[in-house]
Nanobody
């Protein structure tokens, strides 16, 4: 059974940093991309960052230059380093793994940026 477990969320002041982790357990074949999405209250879920097999990355314009996605294949873990956090980054962050036939989601971790 595939499970994605996020950790690392919390409360941080504006300008601060957090690192999210997503540990993937179980066997997933034909992975196209791994990524992070977020959903703020009253808003739709949106893409934050993705990383594909070659290591190429893609970011939402709102986080470019501040967030970095990476992965450790040996640990089956994907990370999101978030720097220079802003109040508008407040949301539930979800880990995502997309394959040829389906996608998997984690349960989400809350990130709150507030003074």
């Amino acid at each position: 059974q595939v499970q994605l477990v996020e950790s690392g969320g919390g409360v941080v002041q504006p300008g601060g940093s957090l690192r999210l982790s997503c540990a993937v357990s179980g066997t997933i074949s034909r992975v196209n991309a791994m990524g992070w999405y977020r959903q703020a209250p009253g808003k739709q879920r949106e893409l934050v960052a993705t990383i594909i097999g070659s290591g190429s990355t893609n970011y939402a314009d709102s986080v470019k230059g501040r967030f970095t996605i990476s992965r450790d294949n040996a640990k089956n873990t994907v990370y999101l380093q978030m720097n220079s956090l802003k109040p508008e980054d407040t949301a539930v962050y979800y880990c995502n793994v997309r394959t040829v036939v389906r996608q998997y989601w984690g349960q989400g971790t809350q990130v709150t940026v507030s003074s």
